[in-house]
């Protein structure tokens, strides 16, 4: 007896599930056959707990080197290379430029005279110290534009009379005439025209004034400053102002305000109160 079988495999792939089929082709009438069953064969992989752990430490170590592509957090050595050299290139740019400007600003900078002048501190005027300075010719401006360290003139307390301190050391406050000295700001460079002197009047009303040294000049000799680096020693002048006070002024809020006069210097510009002139209240009271 003669069995003939014929075989078709069909294949189908759903995923990691494989099918095998076997279907058996048609045979004539009455022929004795053997039917084959149809065979499903089925595998998964199966995955253990701790591999998923080692799965994700390999992924955190490859963040920061890969062994595979060279590559260190995320970069590899010509990649970091190349912006090493970009940041050393541009930070180096950055300070060869601020370098260069600081340069250029001290240039503009003298040793001798400030960029901007503003208001100094005076010294102490000590007459004992006064007697190592020049006598300078009153009336002349000093100039010493040719000697590198300048001389000073002389500037005695003494010459403030009343207002000095030397005979009344309450500067007048006792017996409620007091003292109030003025003095201009140190400017390198300047000479005043004509003869400068202060000038002080009481706002309102009309108070006796008595100036020390008299007639509250201020004498040309003294100028000009050439600054504190070579004009060490330098004392501006000083004017004292006594307020004449009478018993109807005590009690009384008064306004006094003192100028520059007889010389070119403004004193009378609204947009700066304090441009060649001072302001000061007095009150006294019994």
């Known amino acids: 007896m003669c069995l003939c079988i014929i075989m078709h495999y069909v294949s189908y792939v759903y995923g990691d599930k494989y099918m095998a089929q076997t279907v058996s082709a048609p045979l ?15 595998s998964k992989k199966e995955e253990k707990p701790g591999e998923e752990k080692a799965e994700a430490q390999s992924n955190w170590k490859h963040l920061i080197y890969n062994p595979n592509t060279g590559e260190f957090v995320g970069r590899t050595a010509s990649s970091w290379g190349l912006i090493l050299l970009f940041y050393l ?3 180096g740019f950055l300070a060869g430029m601020f370098s260069l400007t600081m340069w250029a600003m001290l240039q503009t900078l003298d040793d001798d005279v400030p960029k901007y002048n503003d208001r100094v501190p005076s010294p102490e005027y000590n007459d004992s110290e006064q007697v190592e300075n020049e006598l300078c010719l009153a009336g002349q401006y000093f100039e010493q534009d040719g000697s590198e360290q300048k001389k000073v003139c002389q500037f005695r307390r ?11 050391f309450n500067y007048g406050y006792s017996e409620g005439q007091p003292c109030v000295i003025v003095k201009m700001n140190r400017i390198i460079g300047l000479k005043p025209s004509g003869d400068p002197f202060i000038n002080c009047t009481a706002k309102g009303e009309n108070v006796p004034i008595q100036y020390f040294p008299q007639e509250g000049r201020i ?5 000009p400053y050439y600054g504190k ?15 004449l006070l009478r018993k109807e002024d005590f009690s009384k809020d008064l306004n006094v305000e003192c100028r520059v006069e007889g010389t070119n210097l403004k004193n009378n510009d609204d947009r700066d109160k304090f441009l060649g002139r001072v302001t000061f209240r007095v009150l006294v009271t019994e």
């Open 28 to 42: 004539p009438p009455n022929t004795p056959y053997i039917r084959a069953t149809t065979a499903t064969a089925m």
């Open 89 to 91: 290139v541009f930070y």
């Open 158 to 168: 003494s010459s403030l009379g009343l207002c000095s301190g030397l005979q009344d």
């Open 219 to 223: 004498d040309r000799m003294y100028f």
């Open 229 to 243: 680096k070579a004009h060490v020693g330098y004392v501006q002048p000083l004017v004292a102002v006594k307020l």
